[in-house]
């Protein structure tokens, strides 16, 4: 006998382990579950592990007091070897996390082995859905920079909202008055403490219930599942069509498991670590905070929500969403499996994803937001000023200097808040253009209090400019037909 | 050997055992709850708001509005540079003031003023507002928050030492029309 093989009985006759690992790395599993769909599982479980490894290794560096946590951000980027390569490893890692555990969730649900007997090992993956997004918006606050100072006032301002309550959870979110050192000392327990623990437990019950479950079989359009008979045709399912998990399938998780650490560590070579941006000194407004990749849906949903539906729809939106996820295996606990026999369940996940593609890509142009520069950045195109008056001139002065351009565009250039204003001659008349500029509305400020008549009649002179060569400008045909020709004259505007 | 209704001994000095492990949990429950609501306890007293000076009156010029700091009086010796606190100051003659919080009314971004277009503008969610604070356009449902204010010995005070979010008391809230309007 080796002295190896001694060691290791030497080993097993105290830990006796060996016996329930073999038994259950060796459990049987349908043989077309070892499938190139059947890996998401295991690989977020992977990139899981990552984060602790490189989540440990940014600890020894890494300072949580907000006097400090930017500037040892700094040292990790600059001084310290390879800090930045550990850095960008976690903040990737925290990205392709979210997205595996998605692509896991979404393969979970249209292979609907969500169903009997493994309800529980769905609630359990929801709520490790809920950490890992916990986990990203915290991280996101650990990397203490203006973007996470800024994220958690949205953060308390969205808290504060709650009836009641609000203005309590901020300050217990917070941990004092205001955003400050106890607020990162926080997330940085729960980062670090609260939710990793409650992951390992969590992930550790969702692994072994998939272990004493059985995972999923293949779904074959017609296999219905009724709880009076599926475990006993499961069970002869493995007996008869089963395969030893390890090594039929394991080996596909493992290849799956590298290729993942290796896209990781690619993104983490090439794009590198995630900011810190500006330090996170409130005095410096000059910023324009942006959430993470995985949080932009919501900023385009918090901009396009109609002022009064905001509150509710972030109070009870997140209340429907989960309870959703939560009774999904009660409502449809039995029945057809296979995606091809379950067309609301394909149209479900092809509008979630639309709808947060979407999102997700408005957010990255953000439209809704002034550009603040805009004013005094760009300029007028000159075509536009092509044979124009003094006073049209004047009027596109105006423009610039009251800001206009910060929500409206001009040639491309300037805010999206607003209309693009290259052809607004066609659309409203001299009049409707001094009363939209005067009184504002359809969410555009009122100017009557910041312009005075000349400024007015200069702008709308430079706006009544603002046609296609090809297109005439809207006319009033009520003035047309009361001043004929005389009409047309236009108080500083072109014959 | 007990019948199944009478108590053992040991039975008797299980349930002895979870009673006293429940008592100490109890008493130990209320220092670590209290600890864990000290930052809203504290808050409930009002113990986080003071008088702040923003600096002389004569560093605001009438008519217009310029970017103030304080520090905000409740400090901890690990906040860093997060206690400095931004605020707008607009003085509208003499000794009438008002104090806008930096924050958005909207989800808190640090709004910006624009003195040519007499406009506060977000750049988060678009949200504007006027130069008196009330809401121009955009998400926000209502106008900038505003700081209590006051001229003492010639320095502009605020009342300040709360994040200003949507959901606080209605004491910060910017009316329409200023009350001397």
């Given at each position: 006998?080796?002295?190896?093989?001694?060691?290791?009985?030497?080993?097993?006759?105290?830990?006796?382990?060996?016996?329930?690992?073999?038994?259950?790395?060796?459990?049987?599993?349908?043989?077309?579950?070892?499938?190139?769909?059947?890996?998401?599982?295991?690989?977020?479980?992977?990139?899981?592990?990552?984060?602790?490894?490189?989540?440990?290794?940014?600890?020894?560096?890494?300072?949580?007091?907000?006097?400090?946590?930017?500037?040892?951000?700094?040292?990790?980027?600059?001084?310290?070897?390879?800090?930045?390569?550990?850095?960008?490893?976690?903040?990737?890692?925290?990205?392709?996390?979210?997205?595996?555990?998605?692509?896991?969730?979404?393969?979970?649900?249209?292979?609907?082995?969500?169903?009997?007997?493994?309800?529980?090992?769905?609630?359990?993956?929801?709520?490790?859905?809920?950490?890992?997004?916990?986990?990203?918006?915290?991280?996101?606050?650990?990397?203490?920079?203006?973007?996470?100072?800024w994220?958690l006032g949205i953060g308390a301002s969205i808290a504060s909202r709650v009836p009641i309550a609000g203005p309590a959870i901020v300050k217990?979110m917070l941990?004092?008055?205001?955003?400050?050192?106890?607020?990162?000392?926080?997330?940085?327990?729960?980062?670090?403490?609260?939710?990793?623990?409650?992951?390992?437990?969590?992930?550790?019950?969702?692994?072994?219930?998939?272990?004493?479950?059985?995972?999923?079989?293949?779904?074959?359009?017609?296999?219905?599942?009724?709880?009076?008979?599926?475990?006993?045709?499961?069970?002869?399912?493995?007996?008869?069509?089963?395969?030893?998990?390890?090594?039929?399938?394991?080996?596909?998780?493992?290849?799956?498991?590298?290729?993942?650490?290796?896209?990781?560590?690619?993104?983490?070579?090439?794009?590198?670590?995630?900011?810190?941006?500006?330090?996170?000194?409130?005095?410096?407004?000059?910023?324009?905070?942006?959430?993470?990749?995985?949080?932009?849906?919501?900023?385009?949903?918090l901009s396009?929500l109609?002022p009064s539906l905001e509150t509710p729809v972030l109070l009870?939106?997140?209340?429907?969403?989960?309870?959703?996820?939560?009774?999904?295996?009660?409502?449809?606990?039995?029945?057809?499996?296979?995606?091809?026999?379950?067309?609301?369940?394909?149209?479900?996940?092809?509008?979630?994803?639309?709808?947060?593609?979407?999102?997700?890509?408005?957010?990255?142009?953000?439209?809704?937001?002034?550009?603040?520069?805009?004013?005094?950045?760009?300029?007028?195109?000159?075509?536009?000023?092509?044979?124009?008056?003094?006073?049209?001139?004047?009027?596109?002065?105006?423009?610039?200097?009251?800001?206009?351009?910060?929500?409206?565009?001009?040639?491309?250039?300037?805010?999206?808040?607003?209309?693009?204003?290259?052809?607004?001659?066609?659309?409203?008349?001299?009049?409707?253009?001094?009363?939209?500029?005067?009184?504002?509305?359809?969410?555009?400020?009122?100017?009557?209090?910041?312009?005075?008549?000349?400024?007015?009649?200069?702008?709308?002179?430079?706006?009544?400019?603002?046609?296609?060569?090809?297109?005439?400008?809207?006319?009033?045909?009520?003035?047309?037909?009361?001043?004929?020709?005389?009409?047309?004259?236009?108080?500083?505007?072109?014959? | 050997?007990?019948?199944?209704?009478?108590?053992?001994?040991?039975?008797?000095?299980?349930?002895?055992?979870?009673?006293?492990?429940?008592?100490?949990?109890?008493?130990?429950?209320?220092?670590?709850?209290?600890?864990?609501?000290?930052?809203?306890?504290?808050?409930?007293?009002?113990?986080?708001?003071?008088?702040?000076?923003?600096?002389?009156?004569?560093?605001?010029?009438?008519?217009?509005?310029?970017?103030?700091?304080?520090?905000?009086?409740?400090?901890?010796?690990?906040?860093?540079?997060?206690?400095?606190?931004?605020?707008?100051?607009?003085?509208?003659?003499?000794?009438?003031?008002?104090?806008f919080a930096i924050n958005c009314a909207h989800l808190g971004c640090p709004v910006?003023?624009?003195?040519?277009?007499?406009?506060?503008?977000c750049?988060c969610h678009?949200g504007?507002y006027?130069?008196?604070g009330s809401r121009?356009?955009g998400p926000p449902e209502r106008g900038l928050f505003e700081?209590?204010?006051?001229?003492?010995?010639?320095?502009?005070?605020?009342?300040?030492?709360e994040l200003p979010t949507p959901g606080a008391s209605e004491a910060l809230a910017t009316?329409?029309?200023?009350?001397?309007?």
């Open positions: 006998m080796g002295m190896i093989t001694r060691i290791g009985e030497w080993f097993d006759h105290r830990l006796q382990l060996a016996a329930p690992i073999r038994e259950a790395v060796e459990h049987p599993v349908p043989r077309n579950t070892a499938s190139w769909w059947y890996v998401f599982g295991s690989a977020a479980l992977t990139v899981f592990l990552l984060q602790i490894v490189t989540g440990i290794l940014l600890a020894l560096i890494y300072v949580p007091s907000a006097a400090e946590a930017w500037s040892s951000l700094q040292a990790l980027n600059h001084d310290v070897a390879l800090g930045w390569f550990i850095r960008a490893m976690h903040g990737w890692g925290s990205n392709f996390m979210v997205a595996i555990v998605l692509i896991h969730m979404v393969q979970v649900f249209l292979f609907g082995a969500y169903k009997f007997p493994r309800e529980l090992t769905w609630i359990i993956g929801v709520f490790l859905l809920l950490m890992t997004l916990g986990m990203a918006f915290s991280g996101q606050v650990l990397r203490f920079d203006q973007d996470a100072y994220g217990l941990g004092g008055p205001i955003i400050a050192g106890a607020t990162l000392s926080r997330f940085f327990a729960l980062h670090v403490f609260v939710i990793p623990g409650l992951l390992i437990g969590f992930v550790s019950l969702h692994v072994l219930m998939v272990l004493k479950l059985g995972i999923n079989e293949w779904p074959m359009p017609g296999r219905v599942v009724k709880r009076a008979t599926y475990e006993r045709e499961y069970h002869e399912l493995t007996k008869k069509d089963g395969v030893p998990f390890f090594p039929y399938a394991v080996w596909k998780d493992m290849f799956f498991a590298a290729f993942i650490v290796l896209a990781v560590a690619a993104c983490a070579l090439y794009f590198g670590p995630f900011g810190p941006s500006g330090t996170p000194d409130p005095t410096i407004i000059q910023t324009a905070p942006k959430p993470d990749y995985f949080f932009l849906w919501l900023y385009a949903l396009l109609p009870i939106g997140p209340v429907l969403v989960l309870a959703a996820l939560l009774l999904l295996p009660f409502l449809s606990g039995e029945g057809e499996k296979s995606w091809r026999r379950r067309p609301i369940a394909v149209l479900t996940v092809l509008l979630s994803a639309i709808t947060l593609g979407t999102f997700t890509r408005l957010a990255q142009f953000a439209p809704w937001s002034p550009h603040m520069n805009a004013w005094s950045g760009d300029p007028v195109p000159d075509r536009m000023l092509r044979g124009t008056t003094a006073l049209q001139r004047q009027g596109a002065l105006v423009f610039q200097v009251k800001q206009c351009r910060n929500c409206h565009s001009l040639g491309d250039s300037g805010g999206k808040r607003g209309p693009a204003l290259d052809s607004v001659a066609v659309r409203l008349t001299q009049d409707q253009l001094i009363r939209q500029v005067i009184q504002g509305g359809g969410n555009m400020p009122a100017y009557g209090n910041n312009l005075n008549p000349a400024e007015t009649t200069a702008l709308v002179a430079f706006l009544e400019t603002l046609h296609p060569a090809g297109q005439a400008p809207a006319r009033d045909a009520s003035r047309d037909a009361v001043l004929g020709d005389a009409g047309e004259k236009r108080p500083g505007g072109q014959p | 050997m007990s019948t199944p209704n009478e108590l053992s001994r040991r039975g008797f000095f299980t349930r002895m055992a979870i009673l006293f492990n429940g008592l100490v949990a109890a008493a130990l429950a209320v220092p670590v709850t209290r600890f864990l609501l000290s930052s809203i306890t504290r808050g409930r007293a009002s113990a986080y708001l003071s008088w702040v000076p923003l600096g002389k009156v004569s560093e605001f010029p009438e008519g217009e509005t310029r970017l103030a700091t304080f520090q905000n009086p409740y400090v901890m010796p690990t906040d860093g540079k997060t206690v400095d606190t931004a605020c707008w100051v607009r003085r509208i003659a003499g000794d009438q003031f008002q104090v910006r003023w624009f003195p040519q277009s007499g406009l506060f503008m750049p678009g504007a006027y130069r008196d121009a356009s700081y209590p204010s006051k001229v003492e010995n010639g320095l502009v005070t605020i009342q300040a030492g009316t329409e029309k200023p009350p001397w309007a």
